[in-house]
């Protein structure tokens, strides 16, 4: 046997899982083109906050300000917030900003919220004991601040709207119907009400009033719609400064870029397109896919798997390793075996993917809600028993391919377009 070392457990204790394989197997390893860069020191993440893209820095602008609001993502992104936070607050002590007039809020979307030790991951225990902490309510507390040129009626977090200062933090990773998360996503579906953030999802369906919507798909921008939504959104609110960062395959920080957020999150495009971006494995028995910055919605790993399945058939495992099992989305969340709402998340496995093994040391039954048919998935939590079933179908002269960071990686390719 050889063995395949992938990274796991982001918010816990950050540790490989050593995946056995045959020796017989011919191993496709896909890495994305950052996987291994190495991890920004503190003062390079600094130098990049200081000097902001498209505005001044936060001690310059943040002046006079009265209330002041840091905008967060949540558990289901690998942001290391912590690392940010310090210069941030740096940045807003010379402009002259008290503790009493910082908040902090969790841009948790339609997520479920998180607790003090989630925050204390996120932010540190300095920051959490020093300032208050909010979630983002999705069902409450949102204001009405206009409409979209889209139609998208805005409801944002008051606490939010009420501050004269905002500043988001969170990371750029591709995104399925965005391109890339990141930038405005911070305040739309961040801080936004379920019903602004289920009107901003019905641009999905072909055509909204007289604008015709792409559906994006993983690093896709061109002619996006849905993201120019989601930019005038954050334009809307006044969002003043966002940061974001590149991560590596472990989750680290490889990149900062900072300042205006369109103007940043452009400037972050050209970078991240090369970052994430990985090539295709074709034509393959067993695809396995490996979760990781965003395990607890790991389904969005197994999609990438499927156009390197050989079309004559084959098999997908989706290594979903998540201790605090799958996040509550009120959006996009199963909430049931027999019953459904409007956006339920289902990925339908193409013909020639004959079966999807999800492996889960944390079984969470709920998982399989996420894919159809359901017959054609199993969930294991035991590598030997995943490694069992592959082998009886398989044999011994399989060709894998290994994606090691599934769920924040792209092809650009046009392979899956045929895929049914």
Known sequence: ?????????????TCTLDVAVPDSWQIDLCHMAGYDRPALARDEIERAIRNPVGTSPISVDARGKREICVIFDDMSRPTRTAEMVACVLAELGRAGIADGQIRF?????CHGTLNRNDFVKKLGEEVVSRFPVFNHNVLGNCTFIGTTSFGTDLHINAEVMKCDYKVALGSIVPHGLLGFGGGAKAILPGVASF?????MHRMEAPGSGDKTVDLGGMGCMEGNLLRENVEEAAEMAGLDFKIDALV???????AVYAGAPRAAFQAALPEARAHYLTPRATD??????NTFAKVNEGEGGAGIGFPSVKRSGGDVVLIDNAPDGHVAHYLFGTWGSITANEFRLVIQ?????????????YRDLTALGYFAPVEKVTMLDNWDDVLRALRERRGDAAKVAVYSSAEIQYCDDAADADLD
């Open 1 to 13: 046997m050889k063995t395949v070392q992938l990274p796991q457990l982001c918010w816990w204790d």
């Open 105 to 109: 809020v969790c841009g948790l979307g």
């Open 195 to 199: 019903e602004t953030v289920s009107a």
């Open 248 to 254: 590596n395959g472990w989750g680290e920080t490889a």
């Open 284 to 289: 393959c028995d067993v695809v396995i896919t």
């Open 349 to 361: 496995l193409p013909r020639h993917v004959e079966r999807l093994i999800i492996f889960n040391r």
